[in-house]
C-alpha cells in the first residue's frame, strides 16, 4: 500500500470539505452581524442579487451593509488570517524556531513607522492620508524594516542563520519602536496616540473592496508560492545539514521563503496593521489535527487561520455595542492560553 | 469633558497612567460640587473654591495667573481679565479673533506644556488648567505641592481625574466653573456679565431653531470606525441650542465610537465635520467624497456639510460660538426639516 | 520485487563507485581542521573513520557529503568531482547519517522516511514525477524493520528506533554511497550491532565516522585513522590498526587479535599506555 492509502486520502478529502464548510458558513454568519439587523434572509438576497439572480426587492441600505461594507471586512479576514497562519507555519520550520510568527523580521514594526510617519507627522497629503497614503507608507516602512534587517542577518556570508535573522529582526523592531514613541510623544496631537496605538494593535474595521481584493490576491499569491516550497520545507524539520543533504539548497529556499512571507505579511499589515498571534498560535494547532507536512499543513493553517480571524473580528465589532474591541486584543486572548499550553506540554514532554 | 485629558498624547502612556492611579490619594475629600461654591457675590479675600476634591483658598486676587491648555486660557479672556495673566501655555488651535489682541499681550510660556521651570520663572501666583495632566510633577505639579507653595491651582471640574468630581456637561456647569475662576480672581461680577450674555445669545438661538427637524451626524474623526458627538457632551449641547437630532444621542458619554453602517442607516441630512489643527474638516471632507460607500449619503451627495472648530466643540466658554456657527451654516444650506 | 535492486544495492561491489578525498585542507579561523587529508573509500566497502574526539571526522564526512567546500583539496566520487553535481544529482549519489538530528517536528516515521524522497521529485516538488516513491519507501521501512511503527510520531521513537529511521530516510534517497557519522551513539549494545549489521548488509560503499575501535574492527573492511586533522594510517582493518597507532592517537595499550570464534580480528587491551612506554 503507499503511504498516502486511500483511506488517508479520502479522510483528507472530508477534512478539507468540512474546513471549507466551516469558513463558507463562519463568513455567511459574520455577514449577518453588524450594528444594523439584517436578517440572515435579506444578507442571502443581497449576495443573490449581486450573483445576478434578479431584483429581490434589495435596498440600497441592504446592498450597501452587506456588500460594500460587511462583505469585504470578511474576505479581509479570510485573506489576513490566511496570510498569516501560513507566514507563521512557513516561518517556525524555516527557523526550527516554535516562537518563529510572521513578524519576525520587523515587518510589522516597520510598518508602524510608515504608519506614524502619517498619522502623527502627516508626512503624506491630506485628505488622503487614511485612504492610500497609510497603507502606502506602512508597506513601505515594512520594506525598509525588511531590508536593515536581511542586510544586518546577512552580512558577512549571505547564509541567513535563524538566530542570528532572529536577532536582526529583535534589534530593529526595537529601533523602530524607538521612532514611534519618540514621534508619538514628541509630535502627538490631538487623539494621535489613541490613532497611533489602534493601529498598531491592527483592525480590519473600513475594508474596502479595493482593499480586500488586494489582500486576497496577496493571500492567494502566498499559498501558491508556499506549497511549491512544501517537500523542501519538511525537509528543514531535522535542521540545515539534513536540508542539504537532501539536495535542498538552503540559503537560497531561506531567503525566497523569508522575503516572500515578509513581503505577503507587510501587505497584510499595511492594510489591517498588525494582527499578533495568528501567525505563531495557528499552525500549532492544525499540527496535531494533520500532520506536519507542509503540503497539508499550509492550507490547513490557512483555513483555520482565516476562520479564526473571521470569528474573532465579528467579535471585535459585536462584543461591546457601539465599541471595535481591537481585533490584536481578541487573538492574544485566544493566543496567549494557547501559547501557555504549548509550554506546559513542551516541559511535560 | 472627559475625554481630552486621557487622550492628551504628548505625554507618555505610562505617566498618564501614573496620573490616574496616584490621583486616589487626592480622592479623600470630595467635596461639595463646583457648583455650590460658585455663587459669590461678595469677594471678600480670602475666598475659597472647590477644585476637584481640593479647597483652593486665595488671599489676594491673584495678579500673576498662568493659564494651561486653550480652554483654561479663554475662560479668562472671556471674563476680560487678561491683565491678571503672567503667562499662558498649551493652544490646540487658535484663539478667535474677539479675544486675540488680549491673548497676544500675554507672554506664551511654551507652545506645549512649560517645564516646571519655565512655569517657575513666570512666578505664578495661581495656575488654572483644563487638564489633569497639566497638574503632573513634569509640568505644574500636584495641585497640593502648589498650595503648599502658596500658589492657587484650579483644575477645569471637566478635566477632574475622579470622574465623581465631573459634573455633566451642561451649559450651567461651563458657567459655574467661569464663577468659580472669576471668584478666585477677585471678580465675580465678570462671571454674571458672561452668563447673561451667552444665556441671551442661547435663548435666541434655541427660539430660532435652525436645526429643527434636521439628523445630524457630529463627526469628529476616525475613518475605520466614526468617533461621533454622543449624547452626553458640548456635541449633544451644540445640536440641542439648534434645534436639531443627533443621529448617535442614544451613545452614552461625550464622544463615542460609532459605526458606519449606523450612519448609512440613519443616513443624515447634515454632517458636522470638526475642524482640528491635527485632523481638518477638509480633510473629512475629501475622505467622505472618496469612500466608495460613504459617497452615496445623502449629506454627501448633495454636499451639506458644517464646519465646527474643535475648540468650540468642548465644554468650555466658545461652546455658545459653536452653536452659533452651526445655527449660521444650517441657514446657509437653507434646508426645510 | 523488481524494483528492490535500483532502491538497495545488496552486494554487487562491482558497480559501486569509490569515493576519494585528496589534500583536503578546513581551516576554522586560524585553527586548521584538517590538514591535507588524503581518502579512499572502495567501492562497495565498509570504510571506517576513527579518531579521537575533535579530530575532524564530523568536518571530513560534511566535506566527503559536499555539505561543506573546502578551503583547499577535491572530492571525487565515481572519478567525478563532487563540486560539479547539482544539489539533486548529489543527494541522489551520496546520503549522510548525521549524528545529532533531533527536531520539535512530529513526522511519522513514514514522513520521515519519505523525507528521503525529496531528490528524485520534480524541482516543484511534484510527487507525481516520483512514481517509484511509495514502492521505495515500504521496501525502506521493511529493510530497517520499521514497517510496523511506519505510522508512529517521531516524539514516540526510542533512540535506535530513531537511528534506524535516519538510516531509512538516507536509504529512500538511493545513495550509492553511505556517509554515517558516529550513527551508534546513543544506542545500547545490541542496537549497536543491529545496526551496523544492517549497514554491511546493504553492500553500499559506506563511510562511518566511529570513535569505538572494536565496533570498527568487527564492522568495517577498511579504516581512515585521523589525528588532529592529519591522516595517521590507512587501509584494511588488520593492517592499519597497528599497536604502535593505537599507543600514539588513542594511548592505549592495545592490539587486534584474531576472535576466538569468528573470523574476524577483535581488538585486546591492556589498558591506558604506560608512563614511559611511548
Known amino acids: 500500500m503507499s503511504p498516502w492509502g486511500a483511506r488517508g486520502r479520502t479522510g483528507r478529502g472530508l477534512l478539507a470539505l468540512g474546513a471549507l464548510a466551516v469558513l463558507l458558513g463562519s463568513c455567511a454568519v459574520a455577514l449577518g452581524v453588524g450594528s444594523v439587523d439584517v436578517p440572515v434572509a435579506r444578507v442571502l438576497a443581497v449576495v443573490a442579487r449581486r450573483a445576478g439572480a434578479g431584483d429581490l426587492d434589495v435596498t440600497l441600505l441592504e446592498d450597501q451593509l452587506v456588500w460594500q461594507l460587511r462583505l469585504p471586512r470578511v474576505l479581509g479576514a479570510v485573506a489576513v488570517g490566511a496570510v498569516l497562519a501560513a507566514c507563521g507555519a512557513v516561518l517556525q520550520s524555516l527557523t526550527r524556531n516554535d516562537l518563529a510568527d510572521p513578524f519576525l523580521l520587523g515587518v510589522s514594526s516597520g510598518a508602524g513607522v510608515g504608519a506614524v510617519s502619517v498619522i502623527v507627522l502627516g508626512v503624506g497629503v491630506g485628505g488622503l492620508a487614511a485612504g492610500a497614503v497609510l497603507p502606502a507608507a506602512a508597506f513601505a516602512g515594512a520594506l525598509a524594516a525588511l531590508a536593515a534587517v536581511l542586510l544586518v542577518a546577512s552580512a558577512g556570508g549571505g547564509a541567513l542563520r535563524p538566530h542570528r535573522t532572529v536577532l536582526a529582526g529583535v534589534a530593529v523592531a526595537h529601533l523602530c519602536g524607538a521612532y514611534t514613541s519618540v514621534v508619538v510623544i514628541m509630535h502627538g496631537q490631538g487623539d494621535a496616540a489613541r490613532r497611533v496605538l489602534a493601529w498598531t494593535l491592527g483592525s480590519l474595521a473600513g475594508l474596502r473592496w479595493g482593499s480586500a481584493l488586494v489582500l486576497l490576491a496577496a493571500a492567494v499569491v502566498a499559498l501558491v508560492w508556499f506549497l511549491a516550497y512544501a517537500e523542501r520545507l519538511d525537509a528543514f524539520a531535522f535542521g540545515e545539514t539534513s536540508a542539504r543533504s537532501l539536495g535542498v539548497p538552503v540559503t537560497a529556499t531561506r531567503w525566497v521563503l523569508m522575503v516572500g512571507t515578509a513581503l505577503v505579511t507587510a501587505t497584510t499589515v499595511a492594510y489591517a496593521g498588525a494582527i499578533g498571534f495568528v501567525g505563531l498560535v495557528v499552525p500549532h494547532l492544525v499540527r496535531p489535527l494533520v500532520g506536519s507536512r507542509h503540503r497539508v499543513l499550509l492550507p490547513a493553517s490557512a483555513v483555520a487561520g482565516a476562520v479564526l480571524l473571521v470569528w474573532a473580528d465579528t467579535a471585535a465589532r459585536s462584543l461591546v455595542e457601539g465599541q471595535e474591541v481591537p481585533i490584536g486584543a481578541l487573538t492574544a486572548l485566544i493566543g496567549v492560553p494557547v501559547l501557555v499550553w504549548l509550554m506546559a506540554r513542551r516541559v511535560a514532554a | ?337 | 520485487m523488481s524494483h528492490r535492486t535500483h532502491c538497495v544495492h545488496r552486494g554487487g561491489h562491482g558497480d559501486l563507485p569509490e569515493l576519494t578525498a585528496a589534500g583536503v585542507t578546513v581551516r576554522l579561523g586560524d585553527r586548521t581542521v584538517l590538514d591535507s587529508v588524503d581518502l579512499r573509500a572502495a567501492g562497495g566497502r565498509v570504510t571506517g573513520l576513527l579518531g579521537p574526539n575533535g579530530s575532524g571526522k564530523t568536518t571530513l564526512l560534511h566535506v566527503l557529503a559536499g555539505l561543506r567546500r573546502p578551503d583547499a583539496g577535491e572530492v571525487q566520487v565515481g572519478g567525478a568531482d563532487l563540486r560539479s553535481l547539482p544539489d539533486r544529482r548529489r543527494a541522489r549519489t551520496l546520503a549522510l547519517v548525521e549524528q545529532h538530528a533531533a527536531t520539535t517536528v512530529d513526522l511519522t516515521v513514514r514522513e520521515v522516511v519519505t523525507l528521503g524522497r525529496l531528490p528524485h521529485r520534480g524541482r516543484l516538488g511534484g510527487a507525481a514525477r516520483d512514481t517509484r516513491g511509495a514502492e521505495v519507501v515500504e521496501d525502506v521501512l521493511a529493510m530497517v524493520g520499521l514497517a510496523p511503527l511506519a505510522e508512529r510520531p517521531w516524539g514516540t521513537l526510542s533512540g535506535g528506533e530513531r537511528q534506524r529511521a535516519h538510516l531509512g530516510r538516507t536509504l529512500a534517497q538511493e545513495p550509492e554511497v553511505l556517509l554515517l557519522d558516529e550513527p551508534t551513539n546513543h544506542l545500547d549494545l545490541g542496537q549497536q550491532l543491529r545496526f551496523l549489521s544492517l549497514v554491511r548488509e546493504l553492500g553500499l560503499t559506506a563511510v562511518a565516522a566511529l570513535h569505538d575501535l572494536e565496533l570498527a574492527a568487527a564492522y568495517c573492511d577498511d579504516v581512515v585513522v585521523l589525528d588532529a586533522g592529519r591522516v595517521r594510517g590507512a587501509g584494511p582493518v588488520d593492517a592499519a590498526l597497528t599497536a604502535r597507532l593505537l599507543a600514539e592517537v588513542y594511548g592505549v595499550e592495545a592490539s587486534l587479535a584474531p576472535h576466538p570464534r569468528l573470523a574476524r580480528p577483535h581488538l585486546v587491551w591492556d589498558g591506558p599506555r604506560g608512563e614511559g612506554t611511548a
Not at chain 2, 467635596?31 to 472647590?50: D, L, M, N, R
Not at chain 2, 503667562?87 to 506644556?113: C, F, H, M
Not at chain 2, 452659533?324 to 451654516?329: D, E, F, P, S, V
Open chain 2, 1 to 337: 469633558m472627559i475625554r481630552r485629558p486621557v487622550l492628551r498624547p504628548t505625554l507618555p502612556a505610562a505617566l498618564l497612567a501614573a496620573v490616574v492611579s496616584t490621583s486616589g490619594l487626592l480622592s479623600g475629600c470630595t467635596g461639595a460640587p463646583a457648583a455650590e461654591s460658585a455663587p459669590h457675590t461678595s469677594a471678600e479675600p480670602p475666598v475659597t473654591v472647590t477644585s476637584c476634591g481640593h479647597e483652593v483658598t486665595v488671599a489676594e486676587p491673584p495678579t500673576d495667573v498662568v493659564t494651561l491648555n486653550q480652554g483654561a486660557t479663554e475662560v479668562v479672556l472671556a471674563l476680560g481679565l487678561a491683565d491678571q495673566l503672567a503667562g499662558t501655555a498649551y493652544l490646540d488651535d487658535a484663539v478667535p479673533g474677539k479675544w486675540r489682541a488680549a491673548y497676544d499681550a500675554v507672554p506664551v510660556l511654551s507652545a506645549e506644556y512649560p517645564t516646571n521651570e519655565q512655569l517657575l520663572a513666570a512666578r505664578p501666583d495661581f495656575v488654572y488648567a483644563s487638564y489633569a495632566s497639566a497638574f503632573e510633577p513634569a509640568v505644574a505639579g500636584t495641585q497640593e505641592d502648589l498650595a503648599a507653595a502658596g500658589v492657587g491651582a484650579y483644575l477645569s471640574p471637566f478635566g477632574c481625574p475622579e470622574a465623581e468630581d465631573r459634573p455633566g456637561a451642561s451649559f450651567e456647569a461651563v458657567w459655574d466653573e467661569v464663577a468659580d475662576v472669576a471668584t478666585a480672581l477677585g471678580h465675580p461680577e465678570a462671571a454674571e456679565r458672561l452668563r447673561d450674555q451667552q444665556g441671551e445669545q442661547l435663548a435666541d438661538l434655541r427660539s430660532a431653531a435652525a436645526g429643527e427637524g434636521l439628523d445630524v451626524l457630529w463627526w469628529d474623526g476616525g475613518t475605520k470606525s466614526p468617533n461621533v458627538g454622543a449624547g452626553d457632551g458640548g456635541p449633544q449641547l451644540v445640536l440641542d441650542a439648534v434645534g436639531a437630532t443627533n443621529v448617535f444621542a442614544d451613545l452614552p458619554g461625550s464622544w463615542a465610537e460609532g459605526s458606519w453602517e449606523d450612519v448609512l442607516s440613519a443616513d443624515p441630512d447634515v454632517i458636522v465635520l470638526v475642524d482640528a489643527a491635527w485632523d481638518p474638516a477638509a480633510d473629512k471632507r475629501a475622505y467622505l467624497e472618496s469612500d466608495p460607500v460613504l459617497q452615496g449619503l445623502t449629506a454627501v451627495r448633495e454636499q451639506r456639510y458644517a464646519v465646527v472648530p474643535f475648540s468650540a466643540s468642548t465644554a468650555g466658554v466658545r461652546l455658545v460660538d459653536g452653536a452659533a456657527a452651526l445655527a449660521a451654516q444650517l441657514d446657509e444650506l437653507g434646508l426645510d426639516g
